[in-house]
């Protein structure tokens, strides 16, 4: 079955500590994003990549770092930096079309809690 | 910053009604979608319209897409218990780099 995996569906983190949430898809998607969602609020952007060993900051890349070696994968860690890492984490992907319009896949994502 | 800004923000209707949600935005855009969120889960896509485009059609959902005012708007009719959810626009710039920019929704309870 093709789609985009998020692990763990739920994460605990002590202050101080970094942690690494996972995002996998083999739907060949050459674009990947990784968004934040607070209680009641929209999405917003913490990174995105267009291409492997490429990514560029979105609206609320502090304290947060990717890498993109795989095509497949973009892992998000977040960071001692992030002062308020409590939320909901979604991770999606989309063919990087020029022209049309890229519909976006997103994966289950993970609940991030800082005890 | 946000770009899209969803209203009404919550959205409670009998089975059967038609529900409408608009979406307004800021900048000149290459498209629009919307996508929708059941609870504590990712989001689906439900449609995409273009800004060449005024309105689309997919199943029980109708879009449109006025670029003058910068704003959507989406009809869900013969709404059912299995709509409710929250649902969201996202717009892509012009910039042409493939990032989207996502409304704050609107949370819409069908009861049966």
């Known amino acids: 079955d093709g789609g985009i995996t998020q692990s763990p569906k739920y994460l605990f983190r002590k202050e101080g500590q970094n942690v690494t949430l996972s995002c996998e898809q083999n739907?060949?998607?050459?674009?990947m994003y990784w968004y934040r969602q607070d209680p009641g609020q929209g999405l917003r952007l913490i990174y995105y990549?267009?291409?492997?060993?490429?990514?560029q900051k979105g609206d609320i890349a502090e304290g947060y770092s990717v890498s993109r070696e795989k095509k497949e994968s973009f892992p998000l860690t977040v960071t001692s930096a992030q002062k308020n890492p409590t939320a909901f984490y979604l991770c999606?992907?989309?063919?990087?079309?020029?022209?049309?319009?890229?519909?976006?896949?997103f994966g289950p994502g993970t609940r991030l809690t800082v005890l | 910053s946000q770009q899209g800004e969803e209203d009404p923000q919550a959205l409670s209707i009998q089975e059967g009604e038609n529900a409408t949600m608009n979406c307004s935005y800021k900048?000149?855009?290459?498209?629009l979608q919307w996508y929708r969120q059941n609870s504590g889960r990712g989001l689906v896509h439900l449609i995409l319209?273009?800004?060449?485009?005024r309105e689309k059609h997919s199943g029980r959902l109708r879009v449109t897409l006025d670029t003058s005012k910068k704003s959507s708007s989406l009809l869900i009719t013969a709404s059912r218990a299995a709509d409710t959810a929250s649902y969201f626009c996202?717009?892509?710039?012009?910039?042409?780099?493939?990032?989207?920019?996502f409304g704050t929704g609107t949370r819409l309870k069908v009861l049966a």
């Open positions: 999606a992907s989309s063919i990087a079309r020029r022209t049309g319009g890229n519909e976006q896949f």
């Open positions: 739907l060949n998607h050459d674009a």
């Open positions: 990549s267009q291409i492997v060993n490429d990514f």
């Open positions: 900048t000149s855009i290459n498209n």
């Open positions: 319209i273009r800004s060449n485009e």
């Open positions: 996202a717009t892509e710039s012009t910039s042409g780099t493939y990032k989207y920019i």
